[in-house]
């Protein structure tokens, strides 16, 4: 016999835990349930939100760009629009790249 070692006995069998399996699946479907609430509900309705102004762009709103370009529409097609970001400079973009439609007049007051 070691000093520092504790000798080893062994143990009878003891019973099985029961129900822990059902603990488990409600476990799982709760916090799917958590996830689906907190993580894809509200992306869900940003998207649809994105989708509807896309939609409802129009030729001589001012809008700004993911990319943060400010610019006034001038044409638009069913893929992409054309700004007028300056004198006489147009740029082409795609519509899904439209972050937010600003106030009429604020490309005025910006300067």
Not at 65 to 85: A, E, F, P
Request: hydrophobic share 50%; charged share 15%.
């Amino acid at each position: 016999m070691s000093l520092f070692i504790a000798s080893a006995h062994a143990q009878a069998e003891g019973a099985a835990a029961g129900g822990g399996e059902m603990f488990q699946i409600v476990f799982l479907v709760g916090l799917f349930a958590l996830f689906y609430f907190i993580a894809i509900r509200p992306q869900r309705k940003r998207q649809k939100e994105h989708a509807q102004m896309v939609s409802a762009l129009g030729k001589g709103d001012e809008v700004v760009t993911s990319s943060g370009i400010l610019g006034r529409i001038t044409s638009l097609d069913d893929n992409y629009i054309v700004l007028n970001v300056a004198n006489n400079v147009e740029m082409k973009f795609q519509r899904i790249h439209v972050h937010a439609v600003l106030p009429k007049g604020t490309l005025k007051s910006i300067g």
